[in-house]
């Protein structure tokens, strides 16, 4: 991987200069930072035949589990981890003894609880859920070793509340469209990590988010940029806005 942006360099990064070029921000905040990743075609599909492993690169991998590796929790949604077949992250958080829990975002608990999210794990996947979720399914979920969560709403605010709750401040959400919507739509998206794919897909495959109409757009600020295998990793934060300040 070659960096372009924001000071160019030509040779390759070794592991400790992507990790500096993904670093977290440094600054004290009131709220956790949400950094999202996510990988689109060049003419924004999200995923080939369904999925996004065919999107993907050997740079965006990388990248993928590098994020993970920095990151204090991962945030999903449920039909992202059904589609794509998670399973629990295996390499320990940088500075901790464990790897980051997964967080699955989900309304009716409506996951397998023998899959691999459950069986190939080294610590219990949070499940984050409401009380209208069938409580058979709670219970089964919770079965399986997975840390059910019944809270009052599944909006952003409440969801990231949790998480700070729990000391989990760092968190790298990887989707689906529709959670990334919901928290763009509440303006707590912090910075996006972008791998534009060297594709063209066309078909009916989605964009990267949907939610509700009439949200004022956020501006980023395009902070970093990788080249590689004909792919752009591209990093963008949101810009400076007086509301994102910490309380003094």
């Not at 959670?179 to 763009?184: A, N, R, W």
Request: glycine letters at 8%; hydrophobic letters at 45%.
């Amino acid at each position: 991987m070659h960096r372009l942006w924001p000071t160019p360099q030509l040779d390759d990064l070794d592991d400790a200069a992507l990790a500096a070029h993904y670093a977290w921000p440094e600054t004290p905040r009131a709220a956790p930072y949400v950094r999202v990743n996510f990988v689109a075609s060049v003419d924004g599909a999200v995923t080939v035949d369904g999925q996004s492993g065919g999107l993907g690169t050997a740079a965006d991998q990388s990248v993928f589990h590098l994020l993970r590796e920095l990151a204090e929790v991962v945030l999903v949604g449920a039909g992202t981890v059904r589609t794509e077949k998670y399973n629990g992250v295996q390499h320990n958080t940088r500075g901790h003894d464990t790897p980051p829990p997964i967080a699955v975002v989900t309304g009716r608990a409506d996951l397998d609880p023998a899959s691999a999210l459950f069986t190939d794990t080294v610590v219990p996947p949070l499940i984050l859920t409401v009380e209208s979720a069938p409580a058979d399914r709670r219970a089964a979920l919770a079965d399986a070793g997975g840390d059910v969560v019944v809270l009052p709403r599944l909006t952003p605010d409440i969801l990231l509340a949790e998480l700070a709750r729990r000391g989990l401040d760092r968190v790298l959400c990887e989707g689906g469209p529709s959670l990334l919507g919901t928290l763009q739509a509440a303006d707590a998206v912090d910075e996006l990590c972008l791998t534009v794919a060297p594709l063209l897909v066309g078909g009916e495959a989605g964009r990267i988010a949907r939610g509700p109409a009439g949200i004022p757009p956020r501006r980023m600020a395009l902070v970093g940029a990788l080249q590689a295998d004909d792919a752009l990793l591209l990093r963008y934060r949101r810009s400076p806005d007086p509301a994102d300040a910490p309380p003094v």
